[in-house]
């Protein structure tokens, strides 16, 4: 007989899933690779696989003062990696400040244009221009860095540009071999100071950049080195097993290298999902709930809601927190096929609201998705809690509620967008056309009944039909999900084009819609005055 997995255990299983899903998905959509970046990335995983301890801070910092060359990896679109390198930076000045800092981010050539940002003599928007940033860097890095800047700026640390060049045309290896002239020359320029060296994680694998530059030493000239890697999935999910991922911050791998965990895998991944997808913005993992609850206030004062005392009792998860489910199972109040819904919410990356527990899960940490559970939220502190419904109420209030979860996302990210009935057709047009897409069926069959909706709403039918009802569960939040984004995305412009007011909008927020057809009636009075709403075309 099968061993019975605990919520945690059940928990951390669904999250490798995820992460393992995630990961397919990210090599689908990366067309073009630097050359050998498969056996480069392979070597640094070798060296990211295991620990030797648990360490801590001191250690590291005794570390740290007995190297003259210390390496910290980024992962350049996790903003904690980003704060790691300016949190060490913090520490050693505690205890010297005979360092410098070595930044991929900035080009050699640049050197002369970083000098001159760092002396103040030219402008932040004219660094940026110079240094050709945005054609250089596709991440949006900058304002993780900019905090960086300040500080270095104000303790009068060197910065260099370690970056030969950025241009592609080179492999991993070749850069590695000219970074570690460039890092080699400096360090040669003053022997005394300490150079701490920031660059994308899979660089900082001792075959890579670290041994090009011992190369370039001979004997007891040898630099002494320190590897610091973030974020090992290896390593974390050791930890999560042995239930130690909260407590653990610091790890020793060797006498040569530590890992520093501060994000969990499926979080530093999200982040580059974030990116691709073009997600504006991320709220701290560190701190979800203190960043969730500023959305709940940002989206109630715009809408002019005053909110309760009590309004902050509210518990907010995140895709990293294992106790999750153990938690929903110990509070009680849910049926099997509830706890069944929402593990297969969790399984599929979704955000959500519990408002009878106050409870927020936050599948991901991009703002779009925090800001619209803080909408839910503010729903249900306004009307109170949802109470079943027959069928044809439930789809309705249920399109209505991701209507305003979308409306309050848009309040935070203006840019946010979602389909409307022409992305619909053309998804349609390409799944029904292309070959060996049977595993998305379930994509189609979605689109296909949110498009047959459109047809009925233009006769004023609801949606009475048995064979979707009886459905699964989730073609039944998939069809309500994507209705009510499209009304979310057309309220808000409605607004702008001030055919409907924030009061409107603030008692669709406080009417409970309880009547039987309430919701409906809703649905449809909202529909036929937003015709003619102009949506700004995608991009």
Known sequence: MPKTLSPREELLKIQKRIYAKN????????????????????????????YAKISSIEELIEEVMKSQIIYLGDYHTNKQSQRMLLRLLKLLTEKTQNFSVGLELVQKRDQKILDAFLKDQITEETFLKKIRFQKYWYFDLWQNFKPLFDF?????????????????????????????????SILKKDPTRKLIVFIGDLHIAPPHLPNQVQTLFTGKEKPKDLILYQNSEAIYWKLAEREL?????????DERSFCLINTPP????????????????????IDAKHNFLELLHQIAGFLEITLEKNADEVEVFTCGD?????????????????????KRQILASESYCIPSKKYVYLANLSMNHASEEATHYLK??????????????????????????????????????CFHEKEYEELVQY??????????????????????????????????SKKFFKSHPDLFFAVTHGLGYMLGDTLYYSLLEGKTSKEELKALFFDPMKEDGKPYETYMRLIRKLRGVKIPKRV
């Open 431 to 464: 799944l029904k056309s292309a070959r060996g897409n049977q595993q998305r069926q379930f994509e189609l069959e979605m689109a296909l009944l949110i498009l047959e909706h459109k047809k009925l709403e233009k006769k004023r039918l609801p949606l009475r």
């Open 23 to 50: 990961n397919e998905f990210i090599r689908s959509q990366t067309l073009i690779q630097e050359k050998g970046f498969d056996t480069y990335e392979r070597r640094y995983k070798r060296y990211v696989q295991n």
């Open 152 to 184: 270095v700026r104000y303790w009068k640390i060197p910065v260099y540009g370690i970056e030969w060049s950025l241009s592609g045309d080179s492999s991993l290896l070749d850069r590695d071999k000219k970074n570690a002239q460039i890092i080699a």
């Open 380 to 417: 249900f502190l306004c009307s109170g809690t949802e109470e079943p419904r027959y069928l044809v109420d439930a789809f309705y209030a249920n399109t209505l509620h991701e209507a305003l979860g979308f409306f309050g996302s848009k309040i935070i990210n203006h840019k946010r967008k």
């Open 266 to 285: 499926i979080i530093a991944q999200q982040s580059y999902l974030n990116w691709l997808e073009h997600e504006e913005g991320q709220i701290d993992y």
């Open 322 to 342: 294992l106790s999750f489910l153990k938690r929903l199972e110990e509070d009680g109040g849910f049926s099997k096929q509830e706890i069944r819904q929402i």
């Open 245 to 253: 991922e909260d407590k653990t911050e610091i790890l020793r791998i």
